[in-house]
């Protein structure tokens, strides 16, 4: 089988080890940038070219696409799709998970339970979005960012007005979000594949920072999930149209709270922790799916 990761570095962890786990399948397996794939548009020529040459003969790719490159990397998944290529991750799926919002709204339309969320264009609503949101303190997080990046704990009015200000001065579209004490700066990271969970960590915040990214610091355990955190990790999954999700959690009492679904979730995090060939399940997946 011929298969391509879309990724813009052949050095990363997660690129890596797809490779290695396509490799020791024995299929021929080929990373390129998807940044310098040219789209050729055509009725009778509908075809990708990479560095001067027509790519041909591609079974299936391996989407790896960050969230710098998000527009044009769903471009170019679109592309190889139309080609008739198997893909693992669609460019509509993509889309939905990386846009914060959109991605709690099909969450919630579907029934799942999120943290307490507002957002609002509106300057002079700020006062009463942060009194609607609940109890301080308040998390202001960016609509796009991403590994913690524009997430900021508000403990006070006052701070969360002048934040929210300067994001709005910025033009940086946010949104404000209840801080789920309970969580105790912990949370819960499910890896699906193909509607299955195949392996979990829990992620603690260092001391002194609420945000548990592993790229921040915090450290990282195997967990057992629950039946019902493994049904809501796969449910949510599948509401985001993810056959390859990690699906970050809360736990709390009153059941699994819904943070974030990742459409390009990375390796090294969850196969270091469980042990677990994550990559070879996903080969496997892709096997399975051209087959």
């Known amino acids: 089988m011929n ?3 879309l990724s813009r570095n052949a050095g990363l962890y997660s690129t890596r080890s797809l490779v290695n786990a396509a490799y020791r399948r024995n299929h021929d397996v080929r990373v390129i940038d998807h940044m310098r794939c040219d789209l050729v548009i055509d009725k009778n020529d509908h075809c990708v070219y990479y560095q001067g040459e027509k790519l041909v003969g591609i079974d299936a790719i391996i989407p790896r696409i960050g969230t710098t490159a998000t527009s044009h990397g769903s471009a170019v998944i679109r592309h190889f799709v139309n080609m008739g290529v198997y893909s693992t ?3 509509s799926a993509l889309l ?3 846009d914060k919002l959109s991605c709690l709204q099909a ?3 579907a029934g799942m339970d999120v943290p307490r969320s507002i957002i609002s264009k509106d300057y002079y609503a700020m006062s009463e979005m942060i009194e609607r949101v609940g109890e301080l303190p308040i998390v202001i997080k960016m609509i796009k960012g991403t590994h913690g990046l524009g997430v900021i704990l508000s403990e006070s009015k006052k701070n969360a007005e002048s934040i929210l200000e300067a994001f709005h001065k910025s033009k940086e579209k946010v949104m404000i979000q209840e801080f789920i004490h309970e969580a105790k700066g912990a949370d819960v ?5 193909e509607d299955k969970v195949v392996g979990a960590m829990k992620r603690q915040a260092r001391p002194g ?3 548990s990214n592993l790229h921040r610091g915090a450290s990282s355990t195997i967990i057992n999930l629950t039946e019902e955190e493994k049904f809501v990790a796969r449910k949510a999954a599948r509401v985001m149209g993810l056959e390859i999700a990690g699906v970050d959690m809360l736990q709390t009492s009153k059941g699994p709270l819904v943070l974030e679904v990742n459409a390009s979730p990375g390796l090294e995090g969850i196969e270091t922790t469980t042990k677990v060939d994550i990559a070879g399940k996903i080969i496997d997946m892709v096997q399975r799916n051209v087959s």
């Open 3 to 5: 298969i391509v990761i």
């Open 96 to 98: 939905l998970a990386r």
């Open 189 to 193: 990271r499910a890896f699906v594949v």
């Open 89 to 91: 991750l669609q460019s």
């Open 107 to 109: 969450l919630t339309a």
């Open 209 to 211: 920072e609420f945000r």
